[in-house]
């Protein structure tokens, strides 16, 4: 079955611009979470849905939002880019569980989409 | 709150020779433990995972015990090949938490097999 899929898969844009970001999760995922991959950083959490609803947050600024739709696609947006934001942006799905929290811990994971902030 | 360390790297090897990466984290609770790992160009894949003290985890000749008592997971692999070249994270989530819908990765060790 098809995987994860992101795009755009590479972009470039200038500070203060504003960017969106789109996942198509596995067929049959309910949960998709999104990560920010940088050197200096590593991998960083940003956000979790599942059914529509934000479950978990990570500490990124308010200029970082996302949102999932009725068929389990999720956008992240990011406004007033800066700099810092560059990054490699990892989209990852999993069934997900009504109950709780990523009980068998297998992330399906995108290609991601590379951003470049000059 | 939880942290994850890997072994710095780059890690340069010959063909068949024996890989350690070293893992240790600090977490409360019972997390369940995992190495995730990116080829070129590609997306993170889970690797091998254990979900409890002295699990064992392995896959295509990967290996990694989850010890408790010294909080740490390494991986390891007897005889690397060429294709083993990626970069391997270390990671962890807390499945006993209900509001706890992440991974927390470690930094990442680059991995480079030479023929």
């Known amino acids: 079955k098809a995987g994860v899929t992101q795009t755009p898969r590479y972009l470039i844009k200038t500070r203060g611009q504003q960017v969106t970001l789109s996942c198509s999760p596995i067929?049959?995922?309910?949960?998709v979470s999104w990560y920010q991959q940088t050197p200096g950083q590593g991998l960083q959490f940003l956000f979790e849905?599942?059914?529509?609803?934000?479950?978990n947050k990570g500490n990124f600024p308010g200029r970082f939002s996302g949102r999932q739709f009725s068929n389990s696609r999720s956008e992240m947006n990011v406004s007033t880019l800066e700099l810092g934001d560059s990054a490699l942006y990892l989209c990852?799905?999993?069934?997900?569980?009504?109950?709780?929290?990523?009980?068998?811990?297998?992330?399906?994971f995108g290609e991601g989409s590379r951003l470049t902030v000059l | 709150g939880d942290s994850v360390t890997q072994m710095e790297g780059p890690v340069t090897l010959s063909e068949e020779a024996c890989l350690t990466i070293n893992c240790t984290y600090t977490a409360t609770g019972y997390p369940s433990l995992f190495w995730y790992v990116q080829y070129p160009g590609e997306g993170l894949q889970l690797l091998l995972k254990?979900?409890?003290?002295?699990d064992k985890g392995s896959n295509k000749g990967f290996e990694a015990t989850y010890r408790k008592e010294t909080t740490s997971f390494h991986l390891e692999k007897g005889s690397v090949q060429v294709s083993d070249s990626a970069v391997y994270f270390c990671?962890?989530?807390?499945?006993?938490?209900?509001?706890?819908?992440?991974?927390?990765f470690g930094a990442g060790t680059t991995v480079t097999v030479r023929a």
């Open positions: 849905y599942f059914s529509e609803t934000q479950r």
């Open positions: 990671a962890l989530t807390h499945p006993e938490r209900s509001n706890d819908y992440k991974l927390s």
């Open positions: 067929s049959g995922h309910r949960s």
């Open positions: 254990a979900t409890k003290a002295d």
């Open positions: 990852a799905s999993s069934l997900g569980s009504g109950r709780g929290a990523l009980d068998t811990g297998e992330l399906f």
